[in-house]
């Protein structure tokens, strides 16, 4: 169903959101950005509907689970958030405001890399990224925290500069709100713990079938990536995402 000509969407600003001139592999979805002339390097994003009695704690949540990435060395743009309506139906959605990245998006990189150089460097990022990644899924089942559940694609990331960078920097760029939100209380709730650690084992299971794939992809191993499972298989033998990485990697304690 169309938009009525007589129905506007209201959004919070002075101004009409125009559609982004951005296409972002992550999403496959260009129609979900926007843009404003008056804010140039910003990209606006509806992140869903929100209701005003929970919308403060919601935005609370994403902030905070975007502070986990962060302390694992995981780039986040610089993001804001205002409640808007956005749509035909007028409905009342949370929207993100993100400062633009410049750059080549990861899995572009890593597909088009050429000479023996360019190959090394981008082995070396991206084998970097994968080894934050399994640190901060370690990070999560040890404090029983909130988590991303969709951050696991090399074209989930961008390479390049946002305001106010001298150099490029890896950043995540897919920023939907897929979170597996778990609270204190939660702690106390056998059912949701459960919930919690099927849904991390299953993330780990497709983030290790993205490793393996790009391995043979690139025809390499990410020798760091085994070693520090293997590491920590040894530590913490009854460690769920330990056994969890070791046997998708086939790999075993001394």
Known sequence: MKNPDNLKPRTPFKEDLKQASVSLKATNDPEK???????????FRPMGRVYPETTQEHVREIKEV?????THGINIPQVDF???????????KLIAMVDEIKG????????????????????????????KLIEYIF?????KSSFVRDLYKPADYMYGKARGDDKDKL?????????????????????????????LLTRIQFFSK???????????????????????LNTEPKNMPAQAFAFEFKIRAK
């Open 171 to 199: 950043y995540l760029i897919d920023l939907d709100p897929y979170f597996h939100i778990f609270s204190e209380n939660d702690k106390n709730d056998d059912f949701k713990e459960r919930d919690r650690s099927n849904d």
């Open 104 to 131: 080549k998006n990861l899995h572009d990189m890593l597909d088009f890399a050429k000479s023996a150089k360019e190959k090394e460097f981008v082995k070396n990022l991206v084998q970097d990224l994968f080894l």
């Open 66 to 70: 975007f502070k986990g990435l962060s």
């Open 82 to 92: 205002v409640v808007g309506e956005l749509g035909w139906r007028n409905t009342p």
């Open 33 to 43: 950005f926007y843009h404003l002339d008056s804010a140039p390097g910003k990209i």
């Open 139 to 143: 990070s999560v089942e040890k404090n």
């Open 210 to 232: 993205v490793i393996l794939y790009w391995e043979e992809r690139l025809g390499l191993r990410f020798d760091k990536i085994r070693k520090f499972i293997k590491e920590m």
